[in-house]
């Protein structure tokens, strides 16, 4: 039935479309937040990824779970947006909200100094993304690499060095005496 409807949505059938966006969102919107560092930036992206998955519904097989294509699709287009945004002119550093990340696990988060978001924030955005997609949105290495158009052994690096980083800052803040909860 998921097939059939998404068959006739890539026909420009509306109320195809509106189930096929309303059946996707809450997997989309997750994507863009997990990888985007600010509210505005993942609001966009979960908008453009929508786009996209309305766009590209001719592409769906069925394969996959209709949740693992449209993520597929969310965090390219999401990682797209991203660069363009980077490229663009920085603007002056304002406080943004902090988004929820994907959790951590049952304990880890509350024995670090700081929340995962400003450890994540931390990194240099192609370790970031590598991390967001592996780990938390559990992505293989292939599809990572796909979506980030490079090698699997580049992603691979990406993480290593990323995870080799995100244990510094941790045992950096741990000697400096910060506690569970506090900011820095």
Do not use: C, F
């Not at 993942?42 to 769906?60: G, K």
Request: glycine share 6%; no cysteine.
């Amino acid at each position: 039935m998921e097939l059939e409807t998404v068959r006739r949505a890539a026909t420009g059938d509306t109320k195809a479309n509106s189930w096929l966006a309303r059946r996707v969102v809450t997997r989309v919107r997750r994507v863009a937040r997990a990888l985007a560092r600010n509210a505005a930036d993942a609001d966009d992206a979960a908008q453009l990824s929508l786009m996209e998955v309305l766009r590209s519904a001719h592409t769906y097989r069925g394969e996959a779970s209709l949740d693992a294509w449209a993520g597929r699709i969310a965090a390219r287009t999401t990682l797209r947006h991203l660069a363009r945004e980077r490229r663009k002119v920085e603007p002056v550093a304002t406080q943004t909200p902090t988004l929820a990340t994907p959790e951590a696990p049952a304990g880890l988060a509350e024995s670090l100094p700081r929340d995962v978001q400003s450890y994540l924030d931390a990194l240099p955005p192609p370790q970031r993304n590598a991390i967001v997609l592996h780990h938390a949105l559990g992505y293989s290495l292939d599809e990572v690499a796909q979506m980030e158009g490079v090698s699997p052994n580049t992603v691979k690096g990406r993480l290593r060095l990323g995870m080799a980083t995100l244990r510094k800052h941790v045992r950096r803040d741990q000697q400096l005496g910060l506690r569970a909860g506090a900011g820095a």
